[in-house]
């Protein structure tokens, strides 16, 4: 089946694809929406501009798509965007990263019901440590571009994640509560590399912003 995939950059997208892609479909456009709303009720937002610098790394076209950031119009701009992703590359369905949110989950459908779109979840309630532990056997270089929870701080943002990361994340999963793969938003990725990827990403220029727990990091990639 030709499958778009509702690309945040991040690693749950890209691993979604990623595992869609063994099953047997084909991967035809990346899907990306960007927000004026930094705290998007539905959409990641650090670094979403170089999803095209991915979508030029995996050799699928990039469909943008923009928002002003409004709950419940977020999902009728989506729905804009991969209507026009149908059109161009006769998509059959549509790839997300949801794990956990419920919220987002049956907005994403509602959109694809109303394009006659089949919809894959392919990491829904997945094991939030078995998630972060599959990125790493299956060679996703993925870094942190966002953190927006306590203890999470400045000096998190560019970190790899990988098993030190995961190590430390378990560990303030115990003690805080932090949710291990970012499902409650407490973190945001940008992948580098991956097996979808026929070249790596390389960060030549970042810049930082935010204060206390809340910071973001965007990124220039080529």
Avoid at 123 to 152: C, R, T
Avoid at 176 to 186: K, L, S
Wanted: glycine share 6%; net charge negative; charged share 25%.
């Amino acid at each position: 089946m030709k499958l778009a995939v509702l690309c945040s950059g991040g690693k749950d997208s890209l691993y979604a694809a990623f595992l869609a892609r063994k099953m047997g479909h084909e991967i035809s456009a990346l899907v990306s929406m960007q927000s004026s709303n930094s705290d998007s009720y539905l959409f990641h937002t650090p670094s979403i501009e170089k999803v095209r610098v991915q979508a030029d790394a995996m050799q699928v076209p990039h469909v943008v798509g923009n928002t002003l950031g409004v709950e419940e119009d977020e999902i009728l701009d989506l729905s804009f965007c991969l209507h026009e992703a149908k059109q161009k590359f006769a998509i059959q369905g549509v790839v997300t990263g949801a794990v956990e949110s419920a919220y987002q989950a049956a907005r994403f459908q509602k959109a694809c019901l109303e394009l006659d779109l089949e919809l894959f979840n392919p990491l829904w309630q997945m094991n939030q440590i078995s998630l972060i532990e599959s990125l790493i056997k299956d060679s996703f270089k993925a870094i942190v571009v966002g953190v927006a929870a306590y203890p999470l701080d400045e000096s998190w943002l560019g970190r790899d994640i990988d098993r030190d990361f995961l190590s430390e994340v378990i560990t303030l999963q115990k003690k805080y509560g932090i949710n291990p793969a970012g499902e409650g938003g407490e973190f945001e990725s940008f992948v580098l590399n991956c097996p979808l990827f026929s070249r790596g990403l390389e960060v030549v220029d970042m810049k930082k912003s935010g204060s206390k727990n809340a910071w973001r990091l965007e990124v220039n990639v080529i």
